[in-house]
């Protein structure tokens, strides 16, 4: 669902998958929306109200996470095959997979600057993977419990991880050093999210808090209470200014932050400009040591928003379907549009207080199933020719993705049981060793 806030709450409901959306994400320009769910299919949506979408299938499992490269040209995402497989957004292909894990892959993430990709597992492990030799070049273990989220800080030097064990911890990757460890959650912590400063970081949790860190003197400085139940997600916008929490309840939650507001054109420019790995830096310039804009308060802050946010459950905004209807013979799919007078009419999209009565959300719908069953401008130019042959290609390419999925099904099968026989070996052997 893509929400619009103004002048009044508005959502536009994207109707694709066939399974439970895992997870979403804007590309760096705003022009593409990537989305991943349990169909085990990755969709590219364009968010207009045609809702055209590309479907990506290479996954033999759900598809947890996606996410874009900084400048936009890739698309990673990690699978309960316990794969990350890397995409190209140009030409809206397939390229590689990175394997190693050896559990479902809960996340996986770029770096800044596009060289790095960081992942989490249920087998307990947080690889790092060069994007250009496609090989694993660090491993982070956890004995406690696995990760159910990390990411990059802003300047791409250090990455932190949401434990299933309560716990947040902020590693650096120049130096592989855990650098702060902090357990101020009851519950399982299920996302962060980096200020764009990089000097605070907000925590989700299924304890139904969210918590502010301050990465700077190292110590927790707000509790936020607003959901009813576990917070899945939670994101600072581009500057710094904002921030959203999803959870449970089914709510989101639109927050607004006291920090320093910064420009997020600037922070990009900034952030592209590390093209190669900082020497090991000092114990006392892990983070960049910028005027602190708060002032020193030694106890931690409580916010309890209940009482002043409006809940709008109650008020019904009103919702507009987008469908984006499969075809068996093609990954790309379009809704066919209203005519020219309805375009013209209809700029709700980008602004919805321009919506007049004709653009309903009922007429909408009403108006599209009619024009559901004639065949649109393009499909007509097309030669059938043409049309057959790209039918053909895409039926053998659907051969060959279910080819591929069966041999990664039968590979996965194949690492499991060497697993198991590699687990019964070391017991037989500690056993020997015990009796001699």
């Known amino acids: 669902m893509l929400w619009s806030f103004k002048p009044q709450a508005r959502a536009f409901r994207y109707v694709g998958h066939k399974d439970i959306v895992t997870s979403v994400q804007f590309s760096p320009l705003g022009n593409l929306l990537a989305s991943a769910s349990r169909d085990r299919t990755v969709r590219l949506w364009i968010p207009d109200k045609r809702g055209k979408s590309s479907e990506?299938?290479?996954?033999?499992?759900?598809?947890?996470?996606?996410?874009?490269?900084?400048?936009?040209?890739?698309?990673?995402?990690?699978?309960?095959d316990k794969s990350i497989k890397v995409w190209n957004m140009y030409r809206q292909r397939f390229l590689y997979s990175l394997y190693r894990h050896t559990h479902w892959v809960r996340c996986a993430k770029f770096s800044p600057d596009g060289r790095l990709i960081v992942s989490c597992s249920e087998d307990k492990t947080i690889k790092i993977w060069d994007t250009t030799n496609k090989q694993c070049v660090n491993n982070f273990s956890d004995f406690v419990g696995f990760a159910n989220f990390v990411d990059f800080n802003p300047n791409g030097t250090c990455i932190a991880s949401a434990g299933s064990d309560h716990t947040v911890k902020i590693w650096d990757i120049r130096v592989n050093k855990l650098l702060q460890h902090y357990q101020v959650h009851s519950g399982g912590v299920n996302c962060v999210s980096f200020h764009p400063s990089g000097n605070y970081l907000i925590t989700a949790s299924s304890d139904g808090m969210l918590k502010i860190l301050d990465l700077l003197e190292g110590r927790l400085i707000y509790t936020l209470q607003g959901h009813t139940g576990p917070v899945f997600t939670v994101t600072f916008s581009k500057g710094g200014e904002l921030f959203t929490s999803g959870g449970a309840d089914a709510q989101v939650l639109l927050w607004r932050t006291n920090f320093d507001e910064l420009n997020c054109k600037d922070v990009i420019k900034r952030n592209l400009k590390r093209l190669h790995f900082d020497s090991p830096p000092h114990l006392l310039d892990i983070y960049p040591r910028t005027p602190h804009p708060r002032e020193g308060k030694i106890e931690t802050i409580e916010i309890n928003p209940k009482l002043d946010v409006v809940d709008l459950q109650t008020s019904t905004p009103p919702v507009v379907d987008i469908l984006s209807f499969d075809s068996?013979?093609?990954?790309?799919?379009?809704?066919?549009?209203?005519?020219?007078?309805?375009?013209?009419?209809?700029?709700?999209?980008?602004?919805?207080?321009?919506?007049?009565?004709?653009?309903?959300?009922?007429?909408?719908?009403?108006?599209?199933?009619?024009?559901?069953?004639?065949?649109?401008?393009?499909?007509?130019?097309?030669?059938?020719?043409?049309?057959?042959?790209?039918?053909?290609?895409?039926?053998?390419?659907n051969v060959l993705t279910q080819t591929v999925s069966i041999l990664e099904q039968r590979l996965t099968l194949t690492e499991d049981k060497l697993k198991d026989c590699l687990e019964n070996q070391q017991r037989l052997f500690n056993a020997i060793q015990q009796k001699s």
């Open 328 to 397: 068996t013979t093609t990954t790309e799919t379009t809704v066919h549009t209203l005519p020219d007078r309805g375009e013209e009419i209809c700029g709700y999209f980008l602004n919805p207080s321009l919506m007049s009565s004709e653009c309903s959300p009922t007429t909408l719908k009403k108006k599209t199933e009619e024009m559901s069953d004639l065949p649109s401008e393009n499909q007509r130019s097309i030669p059938l020719a043409v049309t057959d042959a790209l039918e053909h290609i895409m039926e053998q390419l």
């Open 56 to 80: 990506f299938k290479a996954h033999t499992a759900p598809v947890r996470s996606v996410d874009f490269s900084a400048d936009g040209q890739f698309l990673a995402t990690a699978s309960e």
